[in-house]
């Protein structure tokens, strides 16, 4: 029955796109210590997410360092209001 229905051997989309981010971070485990590696390993997560998303980093970055520096006080978000689908649904609205 299970040869009716294959199942592809390999991991999904999302898995083959994110598997250079996590060698990346792999690699970079312990870039000048272990908090400069925890420090490597969520920018490059957060890279991933924003190319999955088809998200500009940059410009997502720069609208997350105005919101959560010196203006965090005007916009006051949450964190799951700052992700990278948030940054999107946001342009998706103007």
Not at 21 to 34: D, E, S, T, V, W
Not at 45 to 73: N, P
Request: hydrophobic share 35%; charged share 25%; glycine share 10%.
């Amino acid at each position: 029955m299970c040869l009716d229905h294959p199942v592809p051997l390999d991991n999904s989309g999302s898995e083959r796109q994110f598997q250079p981010i996590a060698k990346l971070r792999h690699n970079g485990l312990f870039a000048g210590g272990p908090e400069g590696g925890h420090r490597s390993a969520v920018l490059l997560g957060i890279v991933g997410t924003c190319q999955r998303l088809e998200v500009d980093v940059r410009a997502y970055l720069t609208w997350v360092f105005v919101r959560r520096g010196t203006h965090s006080k005007k916009y006051a978000l949450t964190a799951a209001e700052l992700t990278p689908k948030a940054y999107k649904r946001s342009l998706d609205t103007r």
